[in-house]
T-cell receptor, first 117, second 111 residues
């Protein structure tokens, strides 16, 4: 079974530029998550989708970050314009269900390492 | 609010030693899940274990074991007879409404 795919793996941009990341979840997984992992810290949830609807985006800096999952499968995360503090690894994860009563393991992709200069 | 504290930032041991990684969590929810993930240098998060809040049985999987104590809100992870391949950053996490990670413990196993 193929895992969560992400691209690109690495990206270097200058501040104020725009960047987009792509995620393809495990086939059949309804839930998709984007996390930001700053160096030396644990991942922090940015946004959670259930199919193509947003479940939680409370920690997404909406003035510069946006995400979409139009067809309920692939997702893109965009930063516009980027700041120095956005340098981090952006992890995508997918899972079978967001319901607490059900098995809710998240499978993580390899991440995209973003460097903002 | 949920919070996970991994007080040990870095641990370094010699191969074959036993090592315990501490995890203390906070949540107001009575129903929640606890997790441990491993992050090797390649960067991908590898799922190790999931525990729900109603199951306090300890678990052993090969050289890995987990001790869940609800009374102290702890979910500690022990590696027995450590190996160099165990070197990685280990994250403890709690999920009630959302998955919240600790800061991680960098474990280095020296040959």
């Amino acid at each position: 079974e193929a895992g969560v795919a992400q691209s690109p793996r690495y990206k270097i941009i200058e501040k104020r530029q725009s960047v987009a990341f792509w995620c393809n979840p495990i086939s059949g997984h309804a839930t998709l998550y984007w996390y930001q992992q700053i160096l030396g810290q644990g991942p922090k949830l940015l946004i959670q989708f259930q199919n193509n609807g947003v479940v939680d985006d409370s920690q997404l800096p909406k003035d510069r970050f946006s995400a979409e999952r139009l067809k309920g499968v692939d997702s893109t995360l965009k930063i516009q314009p980027a700041k120095l503090e956005d340098s981090a690894v952006y992890l995508c994860a997918s899972g079978g269900s967001s319901g607490l009563s059900s098995y809710n393991e998240q499978f993580f992709g390899p991440g995209t390492r973003l460097t903002v200069l | 609010a949920q919070k996970v504290t991994q007080a040990q930032t870095e641990i370094s041991v010699v191969e074959k030693e036993d090592v315990t990684l501490d995890c203390v969590y906070e949540t107001r929810d009575t129903t929640y899940y606890l997790f441990w993930y491993k992050q090797p240098p390649s960067g991908e998060l590898v799922f190790l274990i999931r525990r729900n809040s109603f199951d306090e049985q300890n678990e052993i999987s090969g050289r890995y074991s987990w001790n869940f104590q609800k009374s102290t809100s702890s979910f500690n992870f022990t590696i027995t007879a450590s190996q160099v391949v165990d070197s990685a950053v280990y994250f403890c996490a709690v999920r009630a409404q959302k998955l919240v990670f600790g800061q991680g413990t960098r474990l280095t196993i020296n040959p």
